[in-house]
T-cell receptor
């Protein structure tokens, strides 16, 4: 249980284009999903918390107009990197909290998707 | 002071030895603690959670929690080269924001 998928797993795009990344919880509903970014040899950096049916909460320093997050259903959140530039090249990872869906978990456990590697040329 | 601190390593242990990974946290009110494993180029994978003081064992892994001293550790018995990865400690953020605060991670290298 607690499987999270991401699509695409990798993407290469030209500078100035937009890229959409999907995050899906496959066997549970997630009212809360999280988006992280990780540069090579660095630690995870939380970008935003995505709540179903409401606006995302962005961490300090993350541009909400550049990183658009939509959490339209209890199993899907999307991150759109708008007008991507080479400095946006990174490993983007989502996670989801199943809440009390699994009896052995509490409401603060996160399960990660496999990540999306974005390269902006 | 960082909220969650880990020694970045690398921690190098021989195959078959016990690897001991440590994590300290600053919020005395923390109730949940998590260990994630992250292989190079991959996303984190949850390996252990612990909520009560003491030890929790799962296969070759043992999590140890000491709330009074504000530290949580992960022991890996009979370490294997396949255990070589970065281990992340995580604690829920204070203030009820339903998010985790991750340590920077400890890189473990198990050599044959």
């Amino acid at each position: 249980g607690a499987v999270v998928s991401q699509h695409p797993s990798w993407v290469i795009c030209k500078s100035g284009t937009s890229v959409k990344i999907e995050c899906r919880s496959l066997d549970f509903q997630a009212t809360t999903m999280f988006w992280y970014r990780q540069f090579p040899k660095q630690s995870l950096m939380l970008m935003a918390t995505s709540n179903e049916g409401s606006k995302a909460t962005y961490e300090q320093g993350v541009e909400k107009d550049k990183f658009l997050i939509n959490h339209a259903s209890l199993t899907l959140s999307t991150l759109t990197v708008t007008s991507a530039h080479p400095e946006d090249s990174s490993f983007y990872i989502c996670s989801a909290d199943p809440g009390l869906a699994f009896s052995f978990d509490r409401t603060d456990t996160q399960y990660f998707g496999p990540g999306t590697r974005l390269t902006v040329l | 002071q960082k909220e969650v601190e880990q020694n970045s390593g690398p921690l190098s242990v021989p195959e078959g030895a016990i690897a001991s990974l440590n994590c300290t946290y600053s919020d005395r009110g923390s109730q949940s603690f998590f260990w994630y494993r992250q292989y190079s180029g991959k996303s984190p994978e949850l390996i252990m959670s612990i909520y009560s003081n003491g030890d929790k064992e799962d296969g070759r892994f043992t999590a140890q929690l000491n709330k009074a001293s504000q530290y949580v550790s992960l022991l890996i018995r009979d370490s294997q080269p396949s255990d070589s990865a970065t281990y992340l400690c995580a604690v829920p953020a204070s203030g009820g924001y339903n998010k985790l605060i991750f340590g920077a991670g400890t890189r473990l290298a198990v050599h044959p």
